[in-house]
């Protein structure tokens, strides 16, 4: 293998300073060596074709999943000479007199990133896909249609889960409660807001008002759909409780739970000790990450308000359609009579109006189709948008409670340390009696536990950031999923329109044959003379 080339001191000082650096960014804490997975991540970020990476790889000395330091060098020169379009061998090793040159890599600071341990054994790294996410449950939220109460009339819904087989009735006051609890227990995490409960009063119309009922149920929906998933909130007691009690003690029941639980960072086991597997540059890194999520958030607004525009194009289609229809059916049915002389005693009208309120039933069921498309673009595009928007309005608030709840309070916890020290300063200075300097010591040591504590806490505030920042990347798998039921949906609704219009055509060219031998209007421009349609279109 190519570790004979350790012994040739030629090698050694052929290796190029950036070598070292990248040994630095991608070595193991625990140990001197590479793991090969990082190995093979670094390999995939060059331009070279699978066959040379796996040439490459296989001249590599790897022993149980890692390569060593000098393995690791053997590995970037072979890159270096490939991307200058050399055969990478042991022999172009073996041969080379001048320094290695340097590979084509990118940033040092994203190849930090790939310095990580197994996936089993870091427990920083998410390890789910967007399918075995939307595995672990499916919950439905339907209204019911009569409002309860004697006297306050509410909605009630029926949460229905596929996970534990359950079916409950729950107010909007018991997502409110639920998600009160989910934000005290996983202040660090994504809560998903919940929908707004109620608008203004005298701003709704009948209409309006249905509108709003049925966009609260999607929302109520949605949220508890990204909670139950949630890799973390899905093991909690708190989800379970809400989706399994049949009992209208629902609220006081979350509220004990949270109680005897506590937060998250009192029950974590690693907690105390995540600063441990953050990146030296973690703070660089939630700041590109959370600029690139900001721009990912307002690029799918944008997505979103298209796709809504769509859908409703569709719905407002199919109500033409449908009125277009419903005024031929209503012209071909008018019974008043005409004077023999308006026709020149031909019956010219009279087969006109009949063919006319015949076409009624294509434009209902064009209508109808034109209304489905809507339907599907609304359930299966602007849902699904909604939904990841939810997500990523729900990282946009936790970003927020991060800087103004964690880092605001560490920083007055560390204001009010520097205070008391200098308090201490000086009272032991002007002598002060021995117990007022007693209380200020025992006040400060107080204090330093108070301000370890909130170390403690702000990086398991990161670590938890990193672990919901990766699961906004696992759900931007969505986009496909998306467009893909778009054009699944344009395909399906031009393809059944297309069908019923075909099947028009006849009946268009019966009903323009009575019509004092007017052809049939063509097709397309080749079909029929249209010099002869002129008379229509001037």
């Known amino acids: 293998m190519l570790d004979s080339l350790a012994f040739k001191p030629s090698f050694w000082c052929s290796v190029p300073p950036y070598y070292r650096e990248v040994y630095e960014a991608v070595c193991c ?24 990476q796996t040439q490459i790889a296989s001249q590599l000395d790897c022993k149980e999943g890692f390569l060593s330091k000098l393995s690791l060098y053997k590995g970037l020169a072979l890159i270096a000479l490939a991307q200058q379009g050399k055969q990478p061998s042991q022999k172009l090793l073996e041969n080379y007199t001048q320094e290695f040159p340097k590979p084509h890599l990118g940033e040092l600071v994203d190849l930090r990133a790939l310095k990580m341990q197994s996936t089993s054994d870091n427990p920083l790294l998410l390890t789910q896909t967007l399918l075995e996410l939307q595995d672990i449950d499916t919950i439905q939220v339907e209204l019911i249609p009569e409002k309860k109460g004697l006297f306050l009339k509410h909605f009630e819904y029926e949460v229905t889960s596929q996970r534990f087989r359950s079916s409950v ?50 929302g109520l929906r949605r949220f508890i ?39 998250e960072f009192l029950t974590c086991k690693i907690a105390t000790k995540a600063k441990e597997y953050l990146p030296p540059d973690i703070q660089a890194q939630f700041s590109a990450s959370r600029e690139l999520i900001r721009n990912i958030f307002n690029s799918f607004q944008k997505l979103r308000d298209r796709a809504e525009r769509m859908a409703i194009r569709s719905v407002e289609n199919a109500t033409d359609l449908m ?50 498309q809507g339907k599907r673009e609304e359930d299966d595009v602007v849902e699904k948008l909604n939904l990841f928007l939810d997500l990523l309005q729900s990282y946009k608030d936790l970003c927020e409670r991060h800087e103004k709840g964690v880092l605001h309070e560490h920083h007055r916890a560390l204001q009010k340390y520097s205070l008391m020290k200098r ?116």
């Open 169 to 218: 009735y729950r107010r909007y006051s018991d997502f409110d409660v639920l998600h009160e609890v989910l934000l005290h227990r996983f202040a660090y995490r994504m809560v998903p807001a919940l929908p707004p409960k109620r608008v203004l009063k005298g701003v709704l119309t009948s209409t309006s008002e249905k509108e709003f009922i049925e966009g609260r149920r999607r």
């Open 225 to 263: 759909n990204l909670v139950a998933r949630h890799p973390f909130f899905s093991e909690d007691e708190l989800i379970k409780t809400f989706l399994t009690l049949n009992s209208s003690d629902v609220q006081n029941k979350l509220r004990e739970s949270i109680k005897r639980a506590g937060d």
């Open 29 to 52: 804490k625990q140990d001197d060596r590479v793991q090969a997975e990082v190995f093979h991540r670094l390999l995939s970020r060059t331009d070279l074709p699978a066959s040379v």
């Open 323 to 372: 009125m277009f229809g419903k005024e031929l059916s209503a012209l071909g049915s008018d019974t008043i009579s005409v004077p023999y002389w308006a026709t020149t005693n031909n019956n010219t009208w009279g087969t006109l109006r009949q063919s006319l309120k015949g076409l009624s039933v294509e434009f209902a069921i064009l209508a109808d189709k034109a209304a489905q």
């Open 423 to 538: 308090q201490m300063l000086s009272a032991t200075a002007q002598s002060k009696e021995p117990v007022s300097v007693e209380q200020l010591e025992s006040r400060i040591v107080q204090q330093e536990n108070a301000i370890l504590t909130m170390e403690l806490r702000n990086y398991f505030s990161l670590f938890c950031l990193c672990q919901e920042t990766q699961l906004i990347f696992i759900y931007l798998q969505i986009t496909c999923y998306i467009i893909g039921a778009l054009v699944n949906s344009q395909i399906q609704g031009h393809r059944e329109m297309s069908e019923v219009w075909n099947d028009l055509q006849p009946k268009l060219g019966s009903l323009f044959g009575g019509c004092s031998g007017l052809l049939s209007p063509p097709l397309t421009p080749q079909q029929g003379d249209w010099k002869s349609l002129a008379f229509f279109t001037n």
